[in-house]
């Protein structure tokens, strides 16, 4: 059956974040230790998402893909962090990992790009894991390029480099 995408609801929240979990394990596992990948648990992430939407929801857009019912990916995007009027930031794709090669990753991207040039962005930004060399091959895929900006951040105890991606939409 096809995937269909949904706009998402505060329903839709707790279980975005265990989904999140699972799809950061999956995608992190063969390059980050067992240690930061074991917090936050699937229920700490889910309030995680109740807590960020709260926030962000008048200025953000999360979109959920579905496949026979069943909730099996998302995307988060809002403005640019850097806070560039014209470009929009893709905070996130993620799947169950059991949909991966199967369109849905696709599906969300050209989603969000359609959701980012009606809201009348001209560009758009993402930050990727720069060992994630899966996720960079889909983004280099779909049209987005380095830009040379990198940044640190933390998985648990584990620091990780972040690289920036960019693409006109």
Same mark, same amino acid.
């Given at each position: 059956?096809?995937?269909?995408?949904?706009?998402?609801?505060?329903?839709? *929240?707790?279980?975005?974040?265990? *989904?999140?979990?699972?799809?950061?394990?999956?995608?992190?596992?063969?390059?980050?230790?067992?240690?930061?990948?074991?917090?936050?648990?699937? /229920?700490?992430?889910?309030?995680?998402?109740?807590?960020?939407?709260?926030?962000?929801?008048?200025?953000?857009?999360?979109?959920?893909?579905?496949?026979?019912?069943?909730?099996?990916?998302?995307?988060? *995007?809002?403005?640019?962090?850097?806070?560039?009027?014209?470009?929009?930031?893709?905070?996130?794709?993620?799947?169950?990992?059991?949909?991966?090669?199967?369109?849905?990753?696709?599906?969300?991207?050209?989603?969000?790009?359609?959701?980012?040039?009606?809201?009348?962005?001209?560009?758009?930004?993402?930050?990727?894991?720069?060992?994630?060399?899966?996720?960079?091959?889909?983004? /280099?895929?779909?049209?987005?390029?380095?830009?040379?900006?990198?940044?640190?951040?933390?998985?648990?105890?584990?620091?990780?480099?972040?690289?920036?991606?960019?693409?006109?939409?």
């Amino acid at each position: 059956m096809t995937v269909a995408l949904r706009p998402a609801t505060e329903d839709d *929240l707790m279980a975005v974040g265990a *989904l999140h979990q699972r799809s950061r394990v999956a995608a992190y596992g063969s390059f980050l230790p067992a240690a930061a990948l074991a917090e936050p648990t699937p /229920e700490a992430m889910g309030r995680y998402w109740v807590e960020r939407w709260r926030w962000e929801r008048d200025d953000h857009r999360m979109t959920v893909a579905e496949r026979d019912g069943q909730r099996v990916g998302f995307s988060y *995007l809002g403005p640019d962090d850097e806070d560039d009027p014209a470009t929009g930031l893709l905070n996130a794709i993620h799947l169950e990992p059991d949909e991966r090669g199967r369109g849905t990753g696709r599906a969300l991207m050209v989603d969000a790009l359609g959701a980012m040039r009606a809201h009348g962005w001209v560009r758009a930004v993402l930050w990727v894991l720069e060992r994630n060399t899966a996720a960079r091959r889909f983004y /280099e895929r779909g049209g987005w390029t380095a830009t040379g900006a990198r940044r640190d951040d933390r998985i648990g105890p584990a620091i990780v480099s972040q690289l920036r991606y960019a693409r006109e939409i």
